[in-house]
């Protein structure tokens, strides 16, 4: 229909402040996508080298030394760098894929779209958000090119490994950049948050309650709230690991170390204190990117059977309880390191206390899919395939989460199986979900269905095919970060299956292939959106036009009378009333 | 059967009055533009607050952890900080005095208030440098032992909140003097002096974690 137009005064606006330093956090949500496909293609192939020394170990490809004179000399991986790989996979993926997608982009994109703002509370800070993600991102990438190369003591750089510069290659250079890229990340992400949580509160329209906000606003909420609470502990725990690497100061490093004959001069600091300050971050840091992920799958759920979600107040508090009990947690992330089994006992208590909330959240969806008519989009079948991960990883999320179970599993496959599921998978499928929900907002076309589909299905059994044989791997004493399995006897006779996770993720890589190209293919090309809502769906986005300008609303901002999911209200005509329709008796009325 | 199901019922959750989340957070709606940004600002500013708090919070629960360690040595304060702690204490009544009289709308004291808090700001992060000085000419530098590295990276952590609020006092002045502010409507002078007496009570809050723990 129209095109919105621009209601700011910025009538003509330069190529500079439209497109690169944007105000408008619609652009500036676009920005954090296009940077975030970029980040997982380089995360997801680094995961491909992985697999592939996995799946076959030490073999000889003379054609990688072109590639990686120094990490693949004479085609053969050499160990240095697969801990490189999977340092690099985990904190690409964790920070800049799924915490930069789902949050800094679509929370972006949409919350000011869902509660009637027409911009962020402060649109400054949000263009400099992402300004400083960039960098952090770009420091991150240039570690790779650094004498003795990117950083290599896993995503959770615990020390010694990252504190002292000559231990391994990695803890030179690469570390450094590592940790400075993870301050610019933080400083992003802690600027956006406080642009959410602010606009959430206190720019909602008229009539907006709180108990009335869509669940994927509920949860990017939280997601704020979560991120300013947990993320100035890893800037303090990075600043003392700073002055541990450059400055002589012995926050983290103990007495006695020596790397090769040098005995290093540090005494009394304490290794443990780092990892209580990064999973402080680092629990909370999984729900960062697995609540949006929740709040997409209700809206898309709910939208595509038509149904008001069920429980709309109860799953409002699980995700407020769940965001709540994130910050009591972290020890379960210790239990091997040494803590009291009283303390033990304690963090698994608090664990298990999060599989109630969880559990509420998977039947409300169940008895919202309960006997519907659903409408099979690639969306919804996204959303239905978080359903499937979230329960799969929630499971196994119980026995690791109990302390004399972990003692036995913990730093094994069955952690990277459990945590694929139930982070990295509730987290990709939610960012891919809502780009295909979210895309004829965003530019106005379709997706193709077809390519989505069948990128949904490779994607969805692949993904299995490559995390669920892991755990038998992780129960038979697999350890991950480890770099050849065959080094130990008893490893060897699962070589097969170590083979066959490696093809079922080069399914899994080749099948994201489908997806970039309907991506960019369907930006230019893609079926137009004939109306502004598309979808028939209750929120407020929809009620934009279909290209909305800087402000959203060409006229004044919609009045909000209702809650979003009035799907097949027994009172309304249609099969859905959207929030900024008036109720039927007041229509009469007039 | 089928039929009866697809129509759930919808009360559940449809926002109707009387729910304590609604109530805690208010409906919106009421107040004029400007009202309303400067909510926002005083908002966004206690929220960040909430933000720098952890970032302390989790110092000092390294300092904690750290100060069981057996190679602890407490560190004799410097002298000099009892200098600079009056200081700031005093820059935090200028600064009152400044932003009352933004809003009693008397503008030259106003800009005199202010740029006198900034002038003592400046002054005590100069006494912070001198302090350090004071400590390294004892022959006691940050890897002297950890009582000691806690001290310059904590007050050194404190001296670029302290820095930020000095820039934001200027930026302040600037404004003044373009006049560009309006008492009951613009929100930087309030927003910057709550900022400036939490940076002072984190200081406060330093001293005793450091010294009286
Ligand atoms: C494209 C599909 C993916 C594949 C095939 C894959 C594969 C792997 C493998 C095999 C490891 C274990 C390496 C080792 O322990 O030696 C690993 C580690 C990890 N992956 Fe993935 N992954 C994928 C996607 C993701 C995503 C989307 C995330 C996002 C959160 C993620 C986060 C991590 C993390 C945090 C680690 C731990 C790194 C560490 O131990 O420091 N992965 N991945
Ligand atoms: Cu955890």
């Known amino acids: ?590 | 059967m089928a039929e009866t199901l697809t129509v759930p019922k919808t009360k559940s959750g449809d926002g109707g009055g009387g729910d304590f989340v609604d109530q805690s957070f208010g409906d919106y709606g009421s107040g004029g533009e400007s009202q309303k940004r400067a909510d926002t600002a005083k908002l966004g500013l206690r929220i960040a607050l909430g933000s720098v708090t952890m970032l302390f919070a989790a110092f000092t629960s390294a300092y904690i952890v750290r100060s069981a360690g057996e190679d602890w040595i407490p560190l004799a304060a410097p002298s000099l900080i009892w200098v600079n702690t009056v200081i700031l204490l005093f820059s935090s009544v200028t600064m009152e005095l400044g932003k009352r009289a933004f809003e009693s709308w008397r503008p030259v004291a106003f800009r005199k208030w202010i740029a006198v808090t900034a002038v003592l700001g400046a002054l005590f992060i100069a006494g912070q440098v001198a302090a350090w000085n004071q400590l390294a000419s004892q022959g006691i530098y940050l890897q002297s032992h950890p009582h000691s590295s806690f001290f310059y990276v904590l007050t050194g952590v404190h001296a670029v909140h302290l820095l930020v609020g000095v820039l934001a006092l200027f930026y302040v002045l600037m404004l003044a003097r373009r006049y560009e502010l309006t008492p009951g409507e613009s929100s930087s002078p309030g927003v910057v002096a709550t900022y400036w007496h939490f940076v002072g009570g984190i200081w406060i809050y330093l001293i005793v974690v450091l010294f009286y723990l």
């Open chain 1, 1 to 590: 229909m129209s095109e919105g137009h621009d209601d700011h005064g910025h009538g003509k606006q330069s190529f500079i402040s439209k497109y690169i330093f944007s105000y408008d956090h619609k652009m500036i949500a676009k920005q954090y996508l296009t940077l975030v496909m970029f980040m997982a293609v380089v995360g997801g192939s680094l995961a491909m080298l992985v697999r592939l020394q996995l799946g076959w170990p030490g073999q000889h490809a003379q054609f990688w030394e072109t590639l990686f004179p120094a990490g693949m000399a004479q085609g053969v991986m050499t160990p240095e760098f697969y801990v490189m790989l999977f340092t690099m996979h985990g904190t690409i993926m964790v920070f800049f894929v799924l915490s930069l997608g789902p949050v800094s982009g679509f929370g972006n994109f949409l919350i000011p779209l869902q509660v009637g703002a027409r911009d962020m509370a402060f649109p400054f800070l949000n263009m400099m958000s992402f300004w400083t993600a960039l960098p952090g991102a770009i420091i991150i990438l240039i570690s790779f090119f650094v004498e003795g190369g990117a950083a290599a003591s896993g995503w959770t750089a615990y020390p010694p490994l990252s504190a002292i510069r000559s231990a391994i290659p990695g803890s030179a250079m690469g570390q450094t950049l590592w940790i400075v890229g993870m301050i610019f990340f933080i400083a992003s992400f802690t600027m956006g948050g406080l642009n959410f949580v602010v606009t959430i509160l206190n720019l909602r329209t008229k009539g907006l309650k709180m108990m009335r906000l869509p669940l994927t606003t509920w949860a990017q909420f939280l997601v704020g709230i979560l991120g300013l609470l947990a993320f100035p502990a890893l800037a303090a725990g990075s600043i003392l690991l700073l002055f541990d690497r450059g400055l002589g100061t012995s926050f983290y490093l103990p007495a006695g170390i020596f790397i090769g004959d040098t005995l290093f001069p540090h005494s009394g600091g304490s290794p443990l204190l780092w990892q209580h300050l990064f999973w402080f971050l680092g629990h909370p840091e999984v729900y960062i990117i697995m609540l949006p992920a929740l709040g997409f799958t209700s809206d898309i759920i709910s939208t595509f059977t038509r149904r008001p979600i069920f429980g709309y107040r109860s799953m409002v508090y699980a995700i407020v309880a769940i965001a709540m009990l994130s910050f009591v947690v972290w020890g379960h992330h210790m239990f091997v390191s040494g803590m009291s089994p009283f303390l033990g006992t304690a963090f698994t208590m608090t664990t298990l206390c999060i599989a109630v909330p969880s559990a509420v959240k998977v039947f409300n969806w169940l008895a919202t899919l309960w006997m519907a008519k659903i409408q099979f989009t690639t969306p919804m079948l996204f959303a239905l395939g978080i359903v499937s991960f979230f329960v799969t990883g929630g499971l196994t999320g119980i026995f690791l989460g109990t302390n004399v179970v972990d003692i036995q599993l913990h730093d094994t496959y069955f952690v990277v199986a459990h945590f694929h599921f139930i982070m990295a998978g509730a987290g990709l499928f939610g960012l891919l979900a809502a780009v295909y929900y979210w895309f004829p907002k965003m530019f106005g076309r379709h997706m193709n269905e077809r390519a989505g589909k069948v990128h949904f299905w490779f994607t969805f059994i692949a993904y299995y095919g490559v995390f669920f044989p892991m755990h038998y791997l992780g129960i038979s004493g697999m350890m991950r970060r480890i770099y050849d399995p065959n080094t130990y006897d008893y490893l060897k006779p699962f070589q097969n299956v170590n083979t066959f996770i490696s093809i079922s993720a080069f399914i899994l890589g080749l099948a994201q292939v489908i997806f970039l190209a309907n991506y960019f293919w369907s930006m230019f090309k893609g079926k137009k959106v004939e109306s502004e809502n598309p979808w028939h769906a209750n929120t407020l986005e929809w009620s934009t036009p279909i290209h909305p300008g800087h402000g959203n609303w060409p006229g004044d901002i919609p009045e909000v009378y209702r809650w979003p999911y009035d799907y097949q209200h027994p009172d309304e005509e249609g099969d859905h009333a959207p929030q900024w329709q008036p109720p039927a008796k007041v229509k009469a009325a007039k």
